[in-house]
């Protein structure tokens, strides 16, 4: 495995291991640290990934400073190693969607997690963060995405997934390459509602798609989700 951090927006830090052998040209598992007077971190990683992702934050900001940790949905990859961050952080607090912290997060987080509704804002200082329930879309009833923005930066979870050893930030087509990942995996709930919501973030406008698994974008990004949308209105359509 090799991690490396790149700084794909002002004050955002994209932080990336790349683990071969889950497809033949490796894998990534991204987080993202939004720098602020109340830091954040976005994704936590497994929990073996701990020693290795925290190490990188300390290069940013002093682990015990992070205020702020999220993700997009309750899985390993996104949330496993949530309690050792709480752990190494003695004030940070888990953010999440109300419904997920309703139905998980109250039980699991080692200390009480901060429900957010639909589209609640929060004030990093320097950084302001919009939380947006996504539910089912890609996966998981507690889904959501978050929008900063002062940067316009839409943390995409794993819409998007791509696979790969990739450039930290590209303008390159995504879209293609994420079809190819959804061909592969079938990772994404197939429901009518599926397409409308990807399709509705398009209205935020962003500037930079930071992506979980594979490649942050700074192409076009309002046309990347209205065309990721349409594949998945294609999927659902040949399903049917």
Known sequence: MKTTTDEIAPDIFRISTLVPG???????FNQFLVRADEPLLFHT??????????AEVAKIIPVERLRWIGFGHLEADESGAMNQWL??????????GANGVMVSLND????????LQNGEVLDLGGKRVRHIDTPHVPHGWDARVLFEETTATLFCGDLFTHTGDLPALTASDIVGPARAAEQA???????????????ALADLQPRTLAIMHGSS???DCRQ???????????LLADAI
């Open 22 to 28: 889950v497809t033949p040209d490796g894998f990534t």
């Open 45 to 54: 990683g497994m929990r073996a990934l701990f020693p290795i992702v925290s």
């Open 87 to 96: 752990a190494a952080a003695p004030t940070a607090e888990i953010a999440h």
């Open 108 to 115: 699991l987080a080692d200390r009480p997690p901060r429900p």
């Open 185 to 199: 995996f079938g990772a994404t709930c197939l429901t009518p509602g599926t397409a409308p919501t990807i399709r």
């Open 217 to 219: 974008f700074n192409g």
């Open 224 to 234: 990347a989700i209205v065309d990721l949308a349409d594949v998945y209105a294609q």
